[in-house]
């Protein structure tokens, strides 16, 4: 019997260009000050390829170039770190230094989509996440000894020495105490920091540098704002998603008690006030726009009418797009193995960030659109049209031109399907969409980024590789860049179309 998931997957019906060119996809759309030619877009996606200095490589240069040729209306390219601070290879825009080599990337997209993509760039801070310990190494050296430990000792095992018993003693116990036995003796966060790695959170006020976030922050924003203007891009994207620093503002477990925790309104303070600081650095002709979750899909979080109130907020301050996540958290992440990193992606609220094929019967198609619906629909009531991105499992012209149809998004984002083929958009538009690669949506691409090694698709391998000059990953295996698109036609009809820049 045919799998019902994958049946969808295969079967869908593909326009002819002069359908498609009829279409709302392939329509263009206003966006703060700049046209955008299509609404097809190309989400943030870390292909974990800069320097361990957070620069530009040219594996960087061919990554977005390929998608580029595939000409989306935009690619906003991935999560690129505020902060003038090692962050292993993601990129960075922290200082003038990254200018450059941003420089060429933005140069880049532009010259390979012919002139016909928009390229935004997404900008994000994060708190610490360390790596899982070993045991005796998180005692050894991590675990801070207090009285409190030494009063659950007394009373676990009835021994009154435990009271004065010094800190040396203390830790050799723990280290050879069993977990059932840790669950009485440790608070919360030491269990979290021992079998998951210590992770900090922006509820953290008795750390001082967390404590400074809302005083820091706008101004670090708005600087790399600024260096993504200078370097040519046509916008930035505020990363309000997800498992990081400004998320965590927006979370209804962000309970802090200086005015930026609590009720919805404090919540949303700082990341109004980040957009402030950036708009009034980039000025209003330059696009702003924000990815922020419609719904965290964790106990306790902010759920959609959360992020209602959020959006309205955010079109009301003068973001000149909303793009729509879902979930992502650490919250409710697997345990990593000693070694190795808490990866957000891999809970419920992870799979609802990138769903596949192994889930209930509704698959990872379009998971989040009546999300990005609800929020659309919130801030027109409000007298609000900034477009809506609306993105997660969309895959199909059929399925993009439907939501764009019923009004519950303004334009389609598509990552993991970009991936896959670059050139989906443009064989769509051709009328050749029956060439199109499709996603699989069983997320090999993902496991690659969790173990932080270069990001590929599976597909792209399927090809053959005796092609001089192809690009290859540091284990040798897997192609870096997708296959390109031999097509006479497509290359003719592309260079015929008009180009209006
Ligand atoms: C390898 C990979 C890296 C990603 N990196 C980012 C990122 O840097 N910023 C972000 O907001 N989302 C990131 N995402 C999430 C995607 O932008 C997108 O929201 C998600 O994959 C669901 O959309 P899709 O079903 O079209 O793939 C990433 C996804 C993948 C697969
Ligand atoms: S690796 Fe799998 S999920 Fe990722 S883009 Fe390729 S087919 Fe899709």
Redo the contacts with the bound molecule.
């Keep these: 019997m045919k799998d019902p998931i994958r049946h969808r997957i295969l079967e869908t019906r593909w326009p002819t260009a002069e359908h498609a060119a009829r279409s709302i996809l392939f329509s263009p759309i206003e966006i703060g000050r700049l046209t955008i030619e299509n609404r097809t877009w190309v989400p943030a996606m870390v292909p974990w390829r800069a320097t361990g200095d957070g620069l530009v490589t040219k594996n960087i240069l061919e990554w977005y170039g390929r998608f580029a040729a595939g000409r989306p209306g935009v690619i906003v390219v991935e999560a690129t770190g505020i902060r003038d601070v090692p962050s292993g290879p993601l990129l960075r825009i922290g200082h003038d230094r990254f200018i450059p080599g941003l420089r060429e990337l933005a140069s880049t997209v532009r010259r390979e989509s012919g002139g016909r993509t928009r390229v935004f760039i997404q900008i994000i801070d994060f708190l610490a996440v360390k790596r899982r310990p070993e045991k005796d190494k998180y005692f050894d050296c991590f675990f801070v000894v207090g009285q409190s430990h030494r009063e659950r000792l007394k009373e676990a095992t009835g021994d009154e020495t435990w009271l004065s018993a010094a800190d040396g003693s203390v830790r050799e116990f723990l280290r050879a105490a069993p977990d059932s036995l840790l669950d009485s003796l440790l608070d919360e966060r030491e269990i979290e920091s021992l079998r998951f790695g210590y992770r900090e959170r922006v509820t953290d006020v008795d750390l001082a540098h967390v404590r400074d976030l809302p005083n820091v922050l706008p101004g670090v924003f708005a600087s790399a704002a600024a260096r993504a203007r200078e370097a040519g891009f046509d916008g930035v994207e505020l990363h309000y998603a997800h498992a990081y620093t400004m998320a965590g503002f927006l979370s209804a477990l962000n309970d802090r008690a200086d005015g930026y925790g609590g009720p919805r309104e404090n919540r949303v303070r700082l990341p109004l006030e980040v957009y402030r600081a950036v708009r009034e650095k980039v000025g209003g002709d330059y696009v702003v726009g924000v990815r922020f979750l419609g719904d965290e899909v964790i106990e306790g979080g902010s759920r959609i009418e959360d992020a209602m109130y959020f959006g309205v907020e955010f079109a009301r301050a003068g973001f000149d797009y909303l793009s729509i996540s879902k979930g992502g958290k650490f919250e409710d992440a697997s345990q990593p193995k000693v070694g190795h990193a808490v990866y957000p992606y891999t809970g419920r609220s992870g799979y609802e960030c990138m769903p596949t094929v192994w889930s209930d019967a509704r698959g990872p198609f379009g998971r989040n659109v009546p999300l990005a619906a609800a929020i659309r629909r919130e801030i027109n009531l409000a007298g609000f049209s900034q477009p809506v991105v609306a993105s997660g499992g969309i895959s199909t012209f059929e399925q993009a031109e439907s939501i764009l149809e019923k009004g519950e998004a303004d334009i389609i984002g598509s990552a993991?399907?970009s991936?896959?083929d670059p050139d989906w958009f443009l064989k769509t538009s051709l009328g050749r969409g029956a060439e199109v690669r499709r996603?699989?949506?069983?997320?090999?691409?993902?496991g690659l980024d969790q173990m932080h090694k270069e990001v590929t698709?599976?597909?792209w391998d399927r090809l053959p590789r005796d092609v001089q000059g192809v690009a290859m990953s540091s284990d040798t295996r897997r192609r870096l860049v997708a296959p390109p698109w031999n097509n006479k036609d497509s290359a003719a009809a592309v260079a015929d179309s008009p180009v209006e820049k």
């Design positions: 993991r399907q991936l896959a996603c699989e949506f069983t997320n090999y691409c993902e698709c599976k597909l």
